[in-house]
């Protein structure tokens, strides 16, 4: 029987790359629309991504030890060979900045994690178990009554200053606004008809809990992990800013700000430049959070 010449070894071939040729285009257009589409997410994710890449590539980017003092260099202004300056130990500002984007970094996504997954934890109890909502939701109040920056404040003066210790605290003032929003999500949730559905076939609450609410509440706590992220990094700045936070030998850059603020009106550039960063990241992280509840939020949502 004679084959077909659309079944020849050079058809096949020619059909490969007809659709390698097509399926690139449809790529490249689905990215586009996705990049119209939601233009805070590209925008956010590629500063955070390119911050990111900084932190972990700091030693490869032209620095020199962050906490090597040199008092023949003391408050030297931006020029080639010290690209931010120096401050008053002579210290290289361009080399603390960069290793400063590692705490801030570390802080605002750890604090962002423990805060989701403990607040997840007790929104999930509060929301659905009634027994368990008075008191646990009123514990919380209590916690949110006082405002998270003296809330931290406090805590860090109970404790030696460290980055874990600071990550604790501000994760301690963070998991009430994340357990209450994961409760008012769960109070919705808990009256569908699937989860009445599955609680007359009589599976129990744990399951019900796994399977039914735990997957409907993903979706607002990646959004909201994003703006505690952001929080944390303003709250740790503002903890070493005033000597309750990292150690002032761990270059942060709460801790450059703070050392500069003494020659703020000579030395301006020690404290703008750090904080110029800060605020690029913050900008990007809620830039990020932003596109995000744009994407995940249905209503919001629409066919590209």
Known sequence: ????????????????????????????????????????????????????????????????????????????????QFWFGTDMLGRDIYSRVLYGAR?????????AILASVFGLAIGLIAGYIRAADAIIMRVMDGIMSIPSI????????????????????????????????????????????????????????????????LPNTLAPIIVQATYICASAMLTEAILSFIGAGTPPIIPSWGNIMAEGRALWQVKFYIVLIPAIFLSVTVLAVNLLGDGLRDALDPRLAKQF
Request: aromatic share 4%; net charge positive; no cysteine.
């Open 1 to 80: 029987m004679t084959a077909h010449s659309s079944d020849t070894p050079a058809a096949t071939a020619q059909a490969d790359d007809a659709s390698g040729v097509a399926a690139e285009p449809k790529t490249r257009v689905g990215l586009v629309r996705l990049v119209r589409r939601y233009p805070t997410i590209t925008i956010g994710g590629t500063l955070v991504i390119a911050i990111i890449l900084m932190a972990i590539f700091a030693p490869f980017l032209g620095t020199s030890d962050p906490t090597a003092i040199s008092t023949r260099m003391r408050t030297r202004e931006p020029s080639a």
């Open 103 to 111: 705490v801030s970094l570390i802080v605002g996504f750890s604090v």
């Open 150 to 213: 003296l809330l931290a404040v406090a805590l860090m003066a109970l404790t030696r200053g460290s980055v874990g210790n600071v990550i604790l605290a501000i994760t301690i003032a963070e998991i009430p606004r994340v357990s209450r929003l994961v409760r008012g999500v769960v109070l919705s949730l808990r009256e569908q008809p699937y989860v009445d559905a599955a609680v007359a076939a009589g599976t129990r609450t744990p399951m019900i809990i796994v399977k039914h609410i």
